[in-house]
């Protein structure tokens, strides 16, 4: 098992930036991705970041420029530099992570228990 446990969130005026940290801890060994998804009331979920073991990394459309992923692997933390925010962007942001089962070789999918972003004048 993975835990992933979120941090960061709250209540920002527009243009303004947050961090969201996420960290991983249990069964942390091959772990293949780790992002960043958001849901707004109403809405589905989306993937807003993705950064892979190779940091590799994704952003969704709307993100981009704006929005940072990064990895610390030494402390098994993801972070989300989110900067020049929009009254849009309000909404849980849950950290995601994709393994490798080493018993079963299947893909395992974990999820943090999500931070409230609230962007707000």
């Known amino acids: 098992q993975v835990q992933l446990v979120e941090s960061g969130g709250g209540l920002v005026q527009p243009g303004g930036s947050l961090r969201l940290s996420c960290v991983a801890s249990g069964s942390i060994f091959n772990i293949n991705a780790m992002g960043w998804y958001r849901q707004a009331p109403g809405k589905e979920r989306e993937l807003v970041a993705y950064i892979t073991n190779a940091d590799s990394t994704n952003y969704a459309d709307s993100v981009k420029g704006r929005f940072t992923i990064s990895r610390d692997n030494a402390n098994n933390t993801v972070y989300l530099q989110m900067n020049s925010l929009k009254p849009e962007d309000t909404a849980v942001y849950y950290c995601?992570?994709?393994?490798?089962?080493?018993?079963?070789?299947?893909?395992?999918?974990?999820w943090g228990q999500g931070t409230q972003v609230t962007v707000s004048s």
């Open positions: 995601n992570a994709e393994k490798t089962s080493r018993i079963t070789w299947r893909s395992l999918t974990y």
